[in-house]
């Protein structure tokens, strides 16, 4: 029986005014073969083209994981020499039939090792960037990924829930993030996280990206603790800030502005509106509270096999939601040297609207001083 994902991609292929598509270790290549690659000092790489012959250049050691894979493909090998490896891509290319015409790829994953390795072995093909078609492929979500992620929501919020006994005036930011990462995999999180989690207090919360450094949480810091888990290859990525005692006024003031941010995001989110609409749902709340200054991202990304992903929701952005999409909402102020508030979900697209994913509890919750 034909793999649906791989028909899918045929169908895109066929489709596009690609002759080919090289792929090389990363979500794409799980998706479609059910495989795990690593990208290291051996290239690996598969080759489709557009009529559906497949090929994969493949380190020796590894020719084993094929009799696994999804789809069928043949495999073309070489040894720890790396003179060897160049006759592999000319022996795929020679069995694919690939002399001229033009080459998709993955503009941000491919790397010259391949790009080089392939142009040498093939002759007149062009690389180009096929970055849409990797996009369609993945963009909607069936209903055992949504259950994965589902899945992936559930143990970070439990995780958290685990960790917050230990966030408390006296402590790191690093310890927080190490005890959650700990919780992370007590609850089942895949060993791989999407990312490490992020714990910033004070004026580190201003620094959406900021890492856990030996920063003490005093008593009227804010809390920025963005987080998420891995499960069976599906991401989650939630976040949600906490008060350590008294905070000033203002700090629980623009707390409830994201917090209403973020419920105007997840209200715009329906089929046939476009990314852009929730971004702009956000944002509007933040300005009309005089904070759009301090609003400094856009205000989601796709989420899957990747923790960031098409589609990505920023004004501009005219692509229209469909059903199966999946994206985070998670507006955000921030005052530099002071403090940062930022409340993020995970939403999928349904048929008639859309459903949240994460129901941590949204409001301020005051931790002990």
Known sequence: MTD?????LLSLLQNSSLDAIM???????????GLNFHLMERPTVMLITREGKTAMVIPELELIKLDQSRIMSKGFTFGDNPEERLQGFKNACSYLGVTTGTMGVESTRI???EMNMFS????NH????????FAQLRVRKDADEIALMQKAV???QDALSATIPSIRAGV??????????????????????????????????????ASPSDRILQNGDLVVIDWGAFYDGYASDLTRTFAIGDVEPEFRKIH???QAANAAGQEASAPNKTCGSVDQAARNVIDTAGYGKQFTHRVGHGLGMEPHEEPYMFTENTRMLEPGMTFTVEPGIYFTGRAGVRIEDNMVITETGSTCLSDFPRELITLPA
């Open 154 to 156: 559930q143990i970070a």
């Open 4 to 8: 649906q994902r791989y028909t899918h």
């Open 172 to 209: 790191s930011e690093k310890q927080i993030a190490s005890e959650l990462t700990i919780q992370l995999l007590k609850h089942g999180g895949d060993p791989e996280m999407p990312f490490a989690p992020i714990v910033s207090a004070g004026e580190n919360g201003a620094n959406p990206h």
């Open 111 to 113: 790397r010259f090792l």
């Open 23 to 33: 792929i090389n270790p990363g979500s794409a290549l799980r998706y479609l073969t």
């Open 120 to 123: 040498e072995a093939s002759g």
């Open 126 to 133: 062009e690389l180009v960037a096929a970055d849409e078609l």
């Open 256 to 258: 409830e502005v994201v």
